[in-house]
């Protein structure tokens, strides 16, 4: 569950204020899908950071599972993204000198997860990879990268999960391979998904969009689909 | 062990390979040297060792308290007892007033006697070496008692109440040099002296305690022990005191060795802190994943300490094998140069080299890593967002105090150390400040050139913070190498010029005047060339101030008792330094002549710095000398140090000229004799018989060795160090590596050709090499005049040449390293590059 109530960013420059976000409202259930669109240098990411606990706002409140993060110092937002939140990020992040396996799971045993290597295995067999386990990232395609990233971020069961572009750097073909995979994954572990896109068509997938032009929310987040359609 | 785990990751991802090979190599450097040095140092300190037939010598009046000899058996040090004295023996009617020397079977204890059974051979055939002395019974003697007794090997000659055999030629006591004796020597066993009956009550002698042991440790502890041990009647010779001219050319080999080590530590510093400089910054991504991950700050801090800690734990063991193996290959090099075989290290350069490694790493690498785990986590989303680094003032000053103290503790010597941190420092500021103009106009300038020049010239500007902190790199490591290069040369040079070839390596002595004329005429019917002729009268010194000088006095220093070479100049010696007091040309002379008074003079005297503390005289006292009966005396007025290193004369007491002509002189000199003119000297002690010829062809052969095996000793050492400059470059050039080699690949993506490419690079690198190259050069001359004036005691001299080779192996060796380095960018496909950063 997501609640953000008035938020906005301002940063100071060497050219005075400048206000990124201006006032952000919505609400997204459990479970459910929203897409943040919007052109480059609307504020998409710098919201997404801040709904992920990443970034603090200027204003206003962010809510994630019933907690408060705009209340909490550091440590307390960073023990939130440990127990509830994930990230797939455009540029991938893998770590190089650790094999496909490795990566997935490096959080899980920074974690104390025993089983860290068996929970690994299993998601990456599930996003189609099990024959890849012990490639190195540089041996790997983009859209393959990606794949291990998605699965890191799965395996650790987050409740809610952020994505920030990530189909920004690869083909069409393999974004979709990839927009495939979060969608059914998130449908099989109910997780919460919050998607940075610009592909309109993804955003149709999404049972909200929020649309943003220079900071501001142009349209209420509202459900563009029936939510019926999820418990399906 | 999960950081282990992650280290090894790490490692494997290649981003820790410079980092580790920085840090395993500064170990090894360290280590070799360390070990090298140790092991030279050694073989030195045994060399000189044998100078004194020990490793320390007690020389007493009087025979030493049970206790000390106790004190070393308990502690497992081998001892000697060695007396000697002046004692007539006989054979027949004839007698000769002989030198003794009485020696324990064991003696020496380090070195060897040199004997033979020919009289007078110098054919090193007939000349054996051995480790101890004459059996009981047995004596063996200098050739010349042979003819002066008229006896031949195989007879026996009578001291006191007992007879003794000659069965022995004595051609060389190692420790020959500390003894000052007139008669023939005699060298006879300690167990004969009770049955010879001639040491009463009262008996002039001196007792030596010769004392060695290989472990060094229960050594120095027994030393501090003895120490406390003497009085006035003992004083401690140690193998540097014992021969002045080698300890001088030791010491300086020993700095030498210190200054290499110390400049090896300073590099290792600097490549680490590149490298930890590259590290953090590659791993600012990494830190910013882990922390959008919800680890906290102070988890990533404690993964990294772990992993620092471990990284220095196995960096530093890998380096402490590769500096063993190093140090090996190095002496396998060098082994003909090396012909003596070196004693084994202590654990001083493994302990050196650990802690290098951990210091290092906590001076250079931990501050260099210390902001990441205030990275934020947001950097995964937005690019632009790094933290910042502790500032570089903080960095550097705690890199400063990291190398500065081990510098400290490795060469145990404020001089050097100071001079090297001022040296590196001046140059790393002057890098800074003049780096930056220099960039600026390289820019400015480059404007107007073809657009190669002007691309490279502008990236180094935008670069400038990674130019800078290059530039301060190289500088300091070519600075470094050229201090080690001038340094050793002008030793070197320095040691050749003072032993060359024609030093005068024997001494004629108490030649009387109407001797002369005939010695003369044998020296120049030779074609042989004295060092000019010294007159000198012999006397005692008999009052001090009026009185009388005591039994006390006499026990405490064989000045007191026995005759001294009085001698006379106008000019100062060469090498002579006055240290108190004056000397002829700023006192009044005719003053000093004024002042005779009834047929008794007073005359100024100068002495020698150290004997005259050991005399306890002070300017202004009066010492009564006699002389043959006739009594005069003189103002101490002055004192001079001596220089032992060249093999000319030295004079304990100076006088004016004009004062000392009326006693009865005698006449000394020194001169060259090549090996195949060496019978002249048996021509002279027959023709004439009270001459005595001091031959110092072996002493001075002994310290040419030594001199050599020293230098080769530097030059390894200047290899060594030489290939840690290199090292610091790599480190240098690897910095802004990633970041080139993304530029050359987008640019080959463009199709830029590959000459425009690797110009760029060629451009780049050689132009922060010429930057680098003529700072170093500035901060050597600096750090050189430091050196020269403050440790190594040689005259100042300015070198032209370093600002021509500076700049130019600066811009040779960084251009091509560099270009090395990117040939990368234009040999692989442009995505299999990219990919690969
Ligand atoms: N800390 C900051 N300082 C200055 N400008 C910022 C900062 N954070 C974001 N911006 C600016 O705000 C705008 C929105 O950025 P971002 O959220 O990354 O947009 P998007 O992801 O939609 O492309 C951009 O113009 C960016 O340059
Ligand atoms: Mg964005």
């Known amino acids: ?232 | 062990m999960f950081s282990l785990k992650m280290l090894i990751r790490t490692w494997r991802g290649g981003e820790l390979g410079l980092i580790l090979w920085s840090l395993i190599l500064a170990v090894a450097v360290v280590t070799s040297v360390s070990l090298l040095a140790e092991r030279i140092e050694r073989a030195l300190t045994q060399e000189s060792s044998s100078f004194l037939a020990a490793d320390l010598v007690v020389r007493s009046s009087k025979e030493a308290p049970s206790a000390w000899l106790e004190e070393a058996l308990s502690k497992n040090i081998e001892t000697a007892k060695i007396m000697s004295f002046s004692s007539i023996v006989f054979f027949g009617d004839d007698l000769h007033l002989a030198s003794i020397k009485a020696v324990q079977p064991n003696y020496p204890l380090r070195g060897s006697i040199k004997r033979s059974t020919t009289p007078f051979s110098r054919d090193p055939a007939l000349i054996e070496a051995v480790s101890y002395g004459p059996e009981k019974g047995n004596v063996w003697v200098d050739a010349r008692l042979l003819p002066l007794l008229d006896i031949s090997l195989g007879d026996s000659i009578d001291l006191g109440d007992t007879s003794l055999k000659v069965t022995q030629i004595l051609v060389e006591e190692p420790d020959g040099s500390s003894y000052s004796f007139v008669g023939a020597r005699v060298l006879m066993n300690y167990a004969d002296i009770p049955d010879s009956g001639v040491i009463q009550p009262g008996s002039r002698v001196t007792y030596r305690y010769l004392m060695a042991s290989d472990d060094q440790a229960a050594f120095e502890s027994y030393v501090i022990w003895l120490k406390s041990q003497l009085d006035i009647h003992d004083r401690l010779i140690t193998p540097d005191e014992a021969q002045a001219s080698i300890a001088n050319t030791m010491d300086k080999g020993r700095r030498f060795l210190l200054l290499a080590g110390s400049i090896g530590v300073v590099l290792a510093g600097i490549a680490l802190a590149l490298a930890s400089h590259h590290f953090a910054s590659g791993q600012t991504k990494q830190v910013a994943l882990l922390k959008s991950w919800g680890i906290s700050a102070r988890r990533v801090r404690f993964l990294y300490a772990q992993q620092s800690l471990w990284m220095g734990l196995l960096g530093s063991l890998a380096g402490l094998l590769v500096g063993y193996a190093f140090h090996h290959i190095l002496l396998f090099v060098v082994s003909e140069w090396l012909p003596i075989t070196l004693p084994s290290a202590g654990s001083r350069p493994w302990v050196i080299g650990l802690a290098t490694g951990l210091i290092c790493l906590a001076g250079f690498t931990l501050p260099a890593l210390w902001h990441l785990p205030a990275q934020s986590p947001l950097a995964v989303l937005r690019q632009d967002i790094v933290s910042k680094p502790v500032n570089s003032l903080v960095r550097g000053g705690l890199g400063v105090v990291a190398i500065a103290g081990l510098l400290l503790w490795y060469s145990n010597n404020i001089a050097v150390s100071m001079a090297i941190l001022a040296g590196f420092g001046l140059t790393a500021i002057a890098s800074v400040v003049a780096g930056l103009v220099l960039l600026r106009l390289g820019m400015q300038y480059g404007q107007r050139l073809g657009s190669v020049w002007r691309l490279a010239l502008a990236n180094l500007w935008r670069r400038k913070t990674q130019s800078l902190i290059q530039i301060v790199g190289f500088s300091g490591a070519i600075a470094l190498l050229m201090i080690m290069v001038i340094v050793r040369t002008s030793l070197i040079d320095q040691w050749r010029f003072q032993l060359a070839d024609d030093a005068p390596n024997h001494f004629l002595v108490n030649v009387a005047p109407f001797e002369l004329d005939g010695v003369r005429n044998l020296v120049t019917d030779n074609d042989l060339n004295t060092a000019g002729w010294y007159a000198m009268v012999r006397g005692r010194m008999t009052e001090i101030n009026g009185k009388p000088i005591t039994d006390v006095q006499k026990d405490s220093h064989e000045s007191f008792r026995r005759e001294l070479n009085l001698s006379w100049t106008t000019v100062l010696p060469e090498g002579n330094k006055v240290t108190k007091g004056q000397w002829w040309d700023t006192i009044d002379l005719d003053e000093f002549s004024a002042q005779s008074t009834a047929g008794e003079i007073i005359a100024p005297v100068s002495l020698e710095d150290e004997l005259a503390g050991e005399l306890g005289l002070v300017l202004g006292d009066r010492i009564t000398f006699s002389v043959g009966g006739l009594r005069f005396e003189a103002e101490m007025v002055g004192t001079r140090s001596l220089n032992w290193d060249n093999m000319t004369p030295n004079f304990y007491f100076l006088f004016p000229e004009g004062l000392l002509e009326e006693y009865p002189r005698t006449s000394m000199t020194s001169l060259y004799i090549p090996p195949e003119k060496k019978l002249l000297v048996n021509d002279i002690l027959r023709q004439f018989p009270t001459v005595q010829v001091i031959e110092l062809d072996k002493i001075i052969d002994r310290i040419r060795t030594i001199v050599s095996q020293v230098s080769r000793g530097l030059e390894v050492m200047t290899l060594l160090i030489l290939g840690c400059g290199v090292l610091v470059m790599f480190a240098a050039v690897s910095l802004s590596m990633t970041e080139r080699l993304q530029e050359s690949a987008i640019l080959r993506t463009l199709g830029s050709s590959r000459r425009l490419i690797l110009g760029i690079q060629l451009i780049e690198f050689s132009g922060l090499g010429l930057m680098a190259g003529l700072l170093a050069s500035a901060g050597a001359e600096l750090s050189v005049a430091m050196l020269q004036h403050f440790m190594f005691d040689l005259p100042l001299s300015l070198h032209p040449w370093l600002w021509v080779v500076g700049p130019l192996s600066g811009a040779l060796l960084v251009g091509s390293l560099g270009v090395a380095y990117s040939r990368k960018a234009v040999v692989q496909p442009p995505l299999e590059v990219l990919r690969a950063l």
């Open chain 1, 1 to 232: 569950m997501i609640e953000v109530k008035n938020v906005c960013k301002q940063v100071s420059t060497t050219e005075g204020e400048l206000q990124i976000l201006d006032d952000i409202n919505l609400f997204v259930a459990d479970g459910e899908t929203i897409a943040i669109v919007g052109p480059s240098g609307s504020g998409k990411s710098t919201l997404l950071g801040i709904l992920a606990g990443l970034d603090t706002p200027s204003c206003g409140s962010v809510v994630l599972n019933g907690q408060d993060i705009t209340q909490m110092d550091e440590e307390g937002r960073a023990s939130v993204r440990a127990h509830n939140v994930g990230f797939v990020f455009q540029s991938f992040h893998l770590l190089p000198g650790l094999t496909a396996l490795e990566n997935v799971a490096l959080p899980l045993e920074l974690n104390g997860d025993r089983e860290a290597l068996k929970t690994a295995r299993n998601y990456l067999e599930r996003v189609g990879l099990a024959h890849r386990v012990t490639h190195y990232p540089r041996q790997l395609s983009g859209g393959e990268q990606q794949r291990v990233a998605v699965a890191r971020a799965f395996a650790c069961k987050p409740t809610i999960l952020f994505a920030d572009e990530p189909t920004g750097n690869l083909d069409t073909g393999t974004g979709e391979i990839i927009n495939n995979l979060l969608f059914d994954l998130n449908r099989e572990e109910g997780t919460t998904l919050v998607l940075v896109t610009h592909e309109m068509n993804l955003a149709a997938r999404c049972n909200t969009t929020l649309q943003l032009q220079a900071g501001r929310q142009m349209t209420p987040a509202e459900n563009s689909k029936d939510t019926t359609e999820k418990e399906n």
